[in-house]
C-alpha cells in the first residue's frame, strides 16, 4: 500500500504547477483523498480535500479560487492543480487517503494512508 506525490518543482510567482497523487497496493476510490503542506518552521495543514465520488471539494481560505482538486478513479490518481502560485504556497506537499468524519476541516483525523511529500519552491 503506497501513495506517491509527484509534480513539484521550482515555478515564479504567479505560475502553475500540477501535483499527482498516485496509489499502488489499493484503489483509491474507496477514500478520500486529501492534500496537505508543510512550510519550514510550520505546522502541517490541510489544503484541499475531495470525496470519494469527486462530487465534493473542500479548500483553505488560502487557495480557495486558486487550487483545484479533482481524481481520475480510473488511474487511481489524484491531482491538485496549483494556478497563480504564491511564494506563501513555498512547502512540502503531501497526499493522504482516508476516511474523514468532517472532510470540510481539512484535517488529518481519519487519514489513514500518507505518501512522501513533494517540494514546490515559488519564487518572487
Known amino acids: 500500500v503506497q501513495l506517491q506525490a509527484s509534480g513539484g518543482g521550482l515555478v515564479q510567482a504567479g505560475g502553475s504547477l500540477r501535483l499527482s497523487c498516485a496509489a499502488s497496493?489499493?484503489?483509491?476510490?474507496?477514500?478520500?483523498i486529501g492534500w496537505f503542506r508543510q512550510a519550514p518552521g510550520k505546522e502541517r495543514e490541510g489544503v484541499a480535500c475531495?470525496?470519494?465520488?469527486?462530487?465534493?471539494?473542500y479548500y483553505a481560505d488560502s487557495v480557495k479560487g486558486r487550487f483545484t482538486i479533482s481524481r481520475d478513479n480510473a488511474k487511481n490518481t489524484v491531482y491538485l492543480q496549483m494556478n497563480s502560485l504564491k511564494p506563501e504556497d513555498t512547502a512540502v506537499y503531501y497526499c493522504?487517503?482516508?476516511?474523514?468524519?468532517?472532510?470540510?476541516?481539512?484535517?488529518?483525523?481519519?487519514?489513514?494512508?500518507w505518501g512522501k511529500g513533494t517540494q514546490v519552491t515559488v519564487s518572487s
Open positions: 493522504a487517503a482516508g476516511s474523514p468524519r468532517r472532510p470540510s476541516l481539512l484535517g488529518e483525523d481519519g487519514m489513514d494512508y
Open positions: 497496493g489499493f484503489a483509491l476510490d474507496y477514500y478520500a
Open positions: 475531495i470525496s470519494r465520488s469527486g462530487g465534493s471539494t
